[in-house]
């Protein structure tokens, strides 16, 4: 018999090693090989599976969720506050933009043509591209 709290292997009521009662329950084996997690499988083999894992954009696509145009108009109208690089997750120097009428207008026209471009990041690193709604 094995004993539950050592492991260690004995015969009678009392585990010689540590003194532990025997137990009259037996415990499952282990599961063969270790278990890792697949994010691209359902947890449970017939349930669908989760809906994030159908959305467009994913977190490794490289394009944002965020759309190019709404960012554009947001840094003509308010970009020397930095309104936009709120929108696209970048508080940080969102703030910076605030206390410095957008980096003393340089910054602001930077972004500006960044997002008209096309290469506009983020705060994830990915680019804020023109959805299809």
Request: glycine share 12%; aromatic share 14%.
């Amino acid at each position: 018999m094995t004993c539950q709290k050592c492991g260690n292997q004995f015969e009678g009521n009392f585990c010689s090693k540590c003194g532990a009662a025997a137990s009259t329950q037996q415990t499952p084996p282990p599961p063969n090989g270790p278990q890792y997690y697949n994010p691209n499988q359902p947890p449970y083999p017939n349930q669908p599976s989760p809906p994030y894992m159908d959305q467009t954009y994913a977190w490794n696509s490289g394009i944002s969720d965020k759309d190019q145009i709404v960012a554009l108009l947001l840094c003509i109208f308010v970009g020397t506050w930095g309104i936009h690089r709120f929108y696209v997750g970048k508080v940080g120097t969102g703030i910076l933009y605030i206390f410095t009428f957008g980096l003393f207008g340089i910054g602001w026209l930077v972004d500006l043509i960044q997002i008209a471009c096309g290469n506009f990041k983020d705060n994830m690193g990915r680019l804020v591209k023109r959805q299809n709604f």
